[in-house]
């Protein structure tokens, strides 16, 4: 990077981290998202997951100025495959440097090494979502929220719950045994992604700070003829009013390998003694509670964006996902900020595999890489882009035939915070 605005002011660098530099770097990264700190088991955490060849700092002196990172995770995309996938986080400047072009020398830096990494997708969680747009990123998948009224709303359950047996447990006593069932259920659902080696322990962090009032994590483990099939973790924050208990149940993770395990586990949270309220966060857009209970409004549901999808490298991205139905169209794309994707591409494929090469034939769908980008995963359609402007139609008929093929019968999800 080069001096500052006037020409003579200080040289900043941009350069890969060193792991002596870890506490500084996240300490701007820290300030950047008002200053509050981490707790010290989590600041350890953190650091032992931080891949420092993978992250980048700007340093004005020994002023670290901005900080970007990329963990290296595997993606579930429609069809099955695991794709090599940049989880691109602590991404923060210094709001003494905003304006000077800092977070695009990262943006550039950081998308060139990870096309150099051969790894065709990036993925965010964005603080300010119309940040990454101008990068290539598109929401891709949402999740739901929702206050849900246990006293007035009841839930019905299908058969089979009534077999699956509960217990509580200590979280990290039952730690290896929730992500088995984790484990199992990535294979499913586009957007999980694969856990790593120690991001298991995130799961776990319960700072006492950060509890709002509520009690420390607690958990249940669900089994099913002596297999664990399922768990959930959770705080009760209690409370009291002139009618008498109003507690709260906050709902911190979800996980069931069949329905009836699933249902057993919400039934639980449901009817926890002396709460009015379940409070529910980050959760799949299609979960069938949401179909199980009496009074959907008194669940006061809401969806949020989530995790945001930037094709890194178009023909490998398109190419490691299965499409639903038979698709063959030519993509004429739009990718200034990486250009080796810009221009035509022919994408071939149906449920048992793809291909998706250049081309020189005739485009029949004009769009950004963005829009890829949020269609991937099945959850957007490209239909809905192509209604909002976002996806031109060249040749009548493409984009009807094209959509259908994107989609998902699952929504795509991400539970993995990184």
């Not at 993925?123 to 999740?143: D, H, M, N």
Request: net charge negative.
């Amino acid at each position: 990077m080069g001096n500052g605005d006037d020409g003579g002011g200080p040289t900043t660098e941009l350069r890969v981290l060193r792991r002596d530099e870890w506490k500084t770097w996240y300490g701007t990264l820290v300030r950047a998202f008002s200053g509050v700190p981490e707790s010290d088991e989590g600041m350890e955490l953190y650091e032992s997951l931080t891949e420092a060849d993978r992250s980048l700092g700007v340093w004005e002196g020994d002023e670290c100025v901005g900080t970007a990172g990329a963990f290296s995770f595997r993606m579930n995309v429609p069809g099955g495959a695991r794709v090599p996938t940049a989880g691109v986080t602590m991404v923060g400047v210094a709001a003494t440097h905003r304006r000077r072009g800092v977070l695009t020398s990262m943006m550039r830096r950081q998308l060139d090494d990870v096309r150099s990494w051969g790894e065709p997708l990036a993925v965010l969680t964005a603080s300010e979502p119309a940040i990454y747009g101008r990068f290539g990123y598109g929401a891709a998948t949402f999740q739901l929220n929702a206050e849900i009224d246990t006293d007035r709303v009841r839930l019905s359950v299908p058969d089979g719950t009534d077999d699956v047996r509960l217990r509580y447990a200590a979280p990290a006593d039952v730690l290896d045994a929730c992500e088995a069932v984790y484990a199992r259920l990535v294979p499913g659902r586009p957007g999980m992604l694969a856990r790593r080696p120690g991001w298991e322990r995130v799961g776990l962090l319960d700072p006492a700070g950060e509890r709002e009032g509520a009690s420390p994590l607690q958990c249940v483990v669900a089994r099913r003829d002596g297999e664990v099939t399922g768990y959930a973790r959770f705080r009760v924050r209690p409370g009291w009013g002139s009618g008498g208990p109003e507690g709260t149940v906050v709902l911190d993770d979800l996980a069931g390998l069949d329905p009836a395990t699933e249902a057993a586990l919400w039934r639980f949270l449901w009817g926890i003694d002396l709460t009015t309220t379940l409070t529910v966060r980050g959760r799949p857009v299609d979960e069938a509670w949401q179909y199980q209970v009496s009074d959907i409004r008194r669940c006061r549901p809401g969806l949020r964006d989530a995790l945001y999808v930037r094709l890194v490298d178009v023909g490998a991205a398109l190419a490691a996902r299965t499409y639903q139905a038979p698709v063959d169209v030519v993509f004429e794309v739009e990718d200034a900020f990486c250009p080796w994707n810009a221009g035509r591409w022919r994408l071939s494929g149906d449920a048992k595999g793809a291909s998706c090469e250049r081309t020189s034939d005739a485009a029949e769908l004009a769009l950004s890489v963005r829009e890829l980008g949020a269609a991937y995963l099945g959850g957007v359609s490209l239909a809905s882009l192509g209604a909002a402007g976002r996806v031109r139609q060249v040749r009548p008929g493409a984009l009807a035939e094209a959509s259908p093929a994107f989609g998902s019968d699952v929504a795509p999800w991400l539970p993995h915070g990184f």
